[in-house]
């Protein structure tokens, strides 16, 4: 009877654990967008105390930088390197084509942005800048910025020495390279940058950066104006 009590009470311990397991493989097969993103209406909680990006003891000053702003008439405008007065300037520099830095990053920032209050976030302007204008023409950047944030500014240099020099005030490279078989290879420092109201780069953000860490040091900037 010992024996086949121990028996029972084996099958009852696999019964559990198997009944266990196919609870874990069902939660994990959820909707992939209610699986990667918590449900939540709260602010996040992880602004800090101190400034998460570089800074630099001098730091670099963009007001002197341009480039033409494409507009959806086919329009452009000059648009300086300087963030409007009481505001910031976030930039970056990159391509429509890129299939992940660019996107990630200004999909980080628009979180970012939405983790601020609204307040908050209505000073930060954002800055889209293409180091490849042959392939992305006015039209092409200005849906393609649209795609993540409203308002923005897309950036397309009319020549290579435009761009060239725009990069260089930001101490920023890039390559785009045209293969024989038609095929474009574009490389870029993945850096963005936020400057404020007098040309000054106050924060630099290597390619990574959260939209946590964005939020909190835009809060903490825009506290310090």
């Known amino acids: 009877m010992a024996s086949r009590a121990n028996r029972l009470s084996q099958k009852a311990a696999i019964g559990i654990v198997v009944l266990l397991g196919a609870t874990t493989w ?4 959820g909707n992939d967008t209610e ?34 702003e494409v507009n959806e008439d086919g329009s452009t405008t000059p648009f300086s390197f300087i963030a409007p007065e009481n505001k910031l ?7 429509t084509n890129c299939p992940d830095v660019c996107p990630t990053t200004l999909t980080d920032i628009r979180s970012a942005l939405g983790l601020l209050e609204a307040e908050e976030a209505k000073n930060v302007n954002v800055a889209f800048a293409t180091v490849d204008p042959e392939r992305d023409t006015a039209d092409v950047m200005v849906d393609y910025l649209n795609s993540f944030v409203k308002d ?21 490279t890039s390559e785009v390279k045209k293969n024989d078989d038609g095929t474009v290879d574009v490389a870029h420092t ?19 950066t959260g939209a946590d860490q964005m939020a909190s040091d835009l809060r903490l900037l825009l506290a310090d104006r």
């Open 152 to 172: 923005g500014h897309p950036l397309r240099p009319e020549s290579n020495e435009q761009l060239l020099v725009a990069e260089k005030a930001l101490g920023i």
């Open 190 to 208: 993945a850096k963005s940058f936020v400057i404020n109201d007098q040309g000054d780069v106050v924060v630099e953000w290597a390619f990574g």
């Open 26 to 29: 069902l939660t994990g097969c």
């Open 35 to 68: 699986s990667s993103t918590p449900k939540t209406t709260e602010k996040t909680s992880n602004f800090r105390d101190e400034i998460q990006g570089l800074q630099r003891d001098k730091p670099i000053n963009t007001k002197a930088a341009t480039l033409p």
């Open 89 to 95: 300037l976030f930039i970056a520099f990159g391509y």
